[in-house]
């Protein structure tokens, strides 16, 4: 492994947790009973409990380890409409209309996060710079142009057609054959967010416990008994908001949800010139291989933030680094010698019909399943949970009932990933 590639003070950490170090744990003793119990403090979490506190109800958000130590202050701050399945999946499963639905679900949640960090006046880098969804050969980019071009009517999202002839308008690269600009994706620091959200959360009365593990939930007549780490709470709602670190506690969430590691760098800072000329437009970047890689800009524009899955099994960033390092240099050759400041990971939750999920089991409710897509839906998707929760007709969504499926002898270890990656990466070699 060629370790020279960390820079001497290399973290392993978030870089985004530099400027936003983790909260200092509330140590005081739990509350005997509360209206809600939200266990998780992401996005999902504490926009749940943003909701459930504002409208009166008594909340406490309890995490396992630090307020919003999960993937909500890890990810690589890319923000789009986070539906995976296009039309044509989706009414083949579900129908034309409620196709249609899901889909402008998805288009709500962006739109809505910006508003949110507007109207909440958060001060977290959130811009609308668009998105450049790069072709990894030339089928790729003829279908990627078709499908812009084949919108279904009443879902046409705002985009941009780049051929390769164009491309370094967008990235200083050759090696893509063009890609598709979708014009209204945003960025974000999501850390920055992050504690935003936590800040309004607790004005609004909400009360947010870090390292406090649930242990279990029991249910308890007309409530539920959560037993943690630092003793027991009742509470008449409990919300879980773990996405990819749901475990025991939840054994049926556990055999729906499968956990996935992401892996992203940050570099050690460009010059600013250079960086301006691979990354003109300050656009979030991804692009169309099986196994994707995403990346952008750091906000202050002096450093790239690389992210994506190397290995087929988990491994530590240590080793995730410098594999990211190298498809990095892929792209962009004249960055071999820059060195890494930051590699880190966090788990996101995929779901096997790869959508996301929101709904109430043995009345407990939940919402998750964002498929590695989650800074908009699972932000837009725990509002209206909490709406849910406190009874409000507004927390419906496109979503609601849908069966959230398994599959016979899963109970929330992937070993079934591995071989999928391998495959899945052989292919994207293939071009195909
Ligand atoms: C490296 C990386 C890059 C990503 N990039 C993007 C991106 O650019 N764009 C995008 O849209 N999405 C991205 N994502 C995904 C996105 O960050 C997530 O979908 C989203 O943050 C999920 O939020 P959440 O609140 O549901 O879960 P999380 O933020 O993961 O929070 C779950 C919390 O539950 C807690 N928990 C678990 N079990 C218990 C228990 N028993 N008791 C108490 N607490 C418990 C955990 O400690 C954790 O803090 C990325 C993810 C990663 C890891």
């Not at 460009?270 to 952008?296: C, G, H, K, N, W």
């Not at 069966?403 to 994207?428: H, I, M």
Request: glycine letters at 10%.
């Amino acid at each position: 492994m060629t370790t020279d590639l960390f820079a001497a003070d290399c973290k392993f950490t978030p870089f985004w947790w530099d400027r936003v170090p983790r909260p200092v744990a509330d140590g005081n003793p739990l509350p005997e009973r509360v209206d809600v119990a939200v266990i998780g403090s992401g996005y999902t979490g504490l926009h749940a409990a943003l909701q459930t506190a504002r409208a009166g109800r008594s909340t406490l958000v309890v995490d396992a380890e630090d307020a919003g130590w999960g993937c909500s202050s890890r990810n690589g701050g890319q923000i789009s409409t986070s539906i995976k399945p296009g039309f044509d999946v989706l009414a083949r499963r579900h129908g034309d209309e409620r196709a249609r639905a899901i889909l402008l679900e998805g288009q709500r949640s962006l739109a809505w996060v910006g508003e949110f960090v507007g109207a909440e006046r958060i001060d977290c880098d959130f811009r609308v710079v668009g998105r450049f969804h790069a072709a990894h050969n030339a089928r790729e980019f003829a279908g990627l142009a078709r499908r812009v071009a084949e919108q279904p009517k009443g879902l046409e999202v705002a985009t941009q057609v780049v051929p390769r002839a164009e491309q370094r308008a967008e990235l200083d690269t050759d090696a893509y054959w063009g890609g598709v600009v979708y014009l209204r994706h945003a960025s974000i620091d999501p850390a920055r967010y992050h504690q935003g959200l936590l800040e309004r959360a607790v004005a609004a009365g909400a009360r947010v416990v870090g390292r406090c593990p649930v242990t279990s939930i029991e249910n308890d007549g007309g409530g539920h008994l959560l037993r943690t780490a630092r003793g027991a709470v009742r509470a008449r709602d409990v919300v879980v908001a773990t996405n990819g670190y749901t475990g025991r506690l939840t054994p049926w969430l556990q055999r729906r949800v499968i956990p996935i590691g992401s892996y992203m760098i940050a570099t050690e800072p460009l010059p600013e010139a250079q960086l301006a000329r691979l990354m003109p437009r300050d656009r979030i970047v991804s692009d169309t291989r099986r196994v994707v890689f995403y990346y952008r800009a750091s906000p202050d524009r002096r450093r790239i933030l690389f992210g994506g899955r190397v290995s087929t099994g988990e491994t530590d960033p240590r080793l995730s680094g410098p594999l990211l390092h190298a498809e990095m240099v892929q792209l962009f050759p004249e960055l071999a010698a820059v060195r890494i400041s930051h590699s880190w990971c966090g788990f996101v939750a995929y779901t096997f019909d790869e959508l996301m999920h929101i709904g109430r089991h043995d009345g407990v409710h939940y919402a998750m399943g964002y498929c590695g897509s989650g800074v908009g839906m699972a932000s837009y998707l725990g509002m209206r949970l909490g709406l849910q929760v406190v009874g409000r007709k507004e927390g419906a969504t496109a979503l609601d009932g849908l069966a959230f499926q398994t599959r016979p002898l899963y109970s929330g270890n992937p070993w079934f990933l591995a071989p999928s990656v391998r495959y899945y990466q052989w292919r994207d070699r293939q071009g195909s």
